[in-house]
């Protein structure tokens, strides 16, 4: 399995739990954006970053279609 995939289900998953969604919520949410691949294709930089930047993009992700920077 891919170190993005893997990173990219416990990135949804824990943002999920972190916001008392489900991450079918979430995955649902992203792809009405169609944001979905733009977040699996942040692994370089969210993977060394601390997770809370991470989620501030989805936030904003979910809310604007655009990321937080």
Known sequence: MPKEFVFFTYLLESY???R???AAAVLSA???R???EF????YEMYHS???ENAF???DNLIATGEPAW
Do not use: P
């Open 16 to 18: 999920a739990q972190s």
């Open 20 to 22: 008392h969604m489900s």
């Open 30 to 32: 992203l792809d009405a």
């Open 34 to 36: 169609g944001r979905t």
């Open 39 to 42: 977040v699996y294709d942040m």
């Open 49 to 51: 970053e601390d997770i």
């Open 56 to 58: 501030r993009d989805i």
